[in-house]
């Protein structure tokens, strides 16, 4: 099996599965229960919280572990507004963020709060003026995600978060793409929050992070909530959040090595592509800096994406598509339609994210594949 669908989840690694074991057999008590045993499991969840905190130069007295990024996503922007909305009624977001920023926006608007969705280049990238023009004397929190899932664009954020300071208003920032494949250094980063998640970075399913500017005011969402000083309800999933870690810190030390090689995969895979003389595009860029290299937006004339990805599962290739097919429906991907794509081209879209373990022999049998797919269904 060729696994090229990182962006979507990653295998979970070996040392995060250990982590996960030796956590559940050794450290099981509640992290709040005040016998030896609870304690135990306390100091192994600060030890998380100042490792987590660590790899992205941050603060781990506010870190806050969540049931997934979403989860994350949702309880950051939530609690964040409610210890600021008396301040204003004006927010602003990105038209091509994660579903679970995008509810939480359309809730807002929903109880007559003015929401701006900022628009994209044809890069996908999101200009600093735009981002300038669109700030009220009410503006109160924003939201921008720092690289996107679909495209794999990076935003300017630490731009982005310089002019939103100066205008005081609140910043968050959806971080579960870039954690672990870009730097992010929270010290010199003008954000409030930032969100991670673990199945993205080779740790387990369900567990994400809300890793805040300690001085950032919010308001529990939920009250009455005890764990975590309010910030989420429920006993912490101490295995998880130790499995979570390991991945974390793994992921950090072989960074800028990885970065190193998701740049040379890429552009081996375009230069046999093209050599291939089929004609395809890349959205977002395929040489640049605002570009995460591990992930590639494809486009080919002639097939569509879901076609691409069905004639590539039966060699055992496993890629996506931004629409999700559900009982016979197709959502265009948000971010495809934000890029103002026609229909045709929405539906032409497919992608390709790399791993830590894709090499060029695998990128050799997809480049093979794609160009005999090409040639017989292409029309
Ligand atoms: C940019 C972004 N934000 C948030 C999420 C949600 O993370 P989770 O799957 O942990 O809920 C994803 C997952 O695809 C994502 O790509």
Known sequence: MIYLDHAATTPIS?????????????????????????????????????????????????????????????LALESLY???????????????????????????????????????????????NTVKNSIR???????????????????????????LRRHRIIFHSDCVQSFG???????NLPVDTITVSSHKIYGPKGIGAVIMNKDTPWKPVHPLTSHQEGF??????????AAFTTAAVHIH????KQLDSFWTLRK?????????????????????????????????????????????DRYHIAISTGS??????QDPSRTMVALQKTKQEIHRYFRLSFGKDTTKAQLDELAKRLVEIVQTVAV
Request: hydrophobic share 35%; aromatic share 6%; charged share 25%.
């Open 232 to 241: 989420r309800h429920g006993t912490i999933d101490l295995p998880g959040i």
């Open 324 to 329: 999700a097919c559900q009982s016979g429906k």
């Open 82 to 128: 409610k210890a600021n909305k008396y301040k204003g009624n004006h927010v602003i977001t990105s038209s091509i963020e994660h579903p679970s920023v995008l509810s939480f926006f359309q809730r807002l608007e929903d109880q007559g709060r003015d929401v701006t969705y900022l628009p994209v280049q044809s890069d996908g990238t999101i200009l600093l």
């Open 268 to 312: 081996y895979l375009l230069k046999k592509l093209k050599d291939s003389g089929i004609h395809f595009t890349v959205d977002g860029g395929e040489d640049v800096e605002t570009q995460l290299p591990s992930i590639l937006a494809v486009s080919i004339a002639g097939i569509e994406g879901q076609l691409m990805m069905q004639r590539l």
């Open 14 to 74: 070996k040392e995060a599965i250990e982590a996960w074991l030796k956590t559940s057999e050794h450290y099981f008590a509640n992290t709040e229960s005040l016998h030896e045993e609870g304690e135990k499991a306390r100091q192994l969840f600060y030890t998380c919280k100042k490792e987590l905190a660590r790899v992205v130069n941050g603060e781990s007295e506010a870190v806050y572990f969540t049931g997934s990024g979403s989860e994350a996503n949702l």
């Open 137 to 163: 004397k009410d503006t109160i929190l924003a939201s921008i995600q720092h690289v996107n899932s679909e495209i794999g664009v990076i935003q300017p954020i630490k731009e982005i978060g310089q002019l």
């Open 181 to 187: 494949k870009v730097p992010l250094d929270l010290e």
């Open 253 to 256: 030390e072989r960074m800028d």
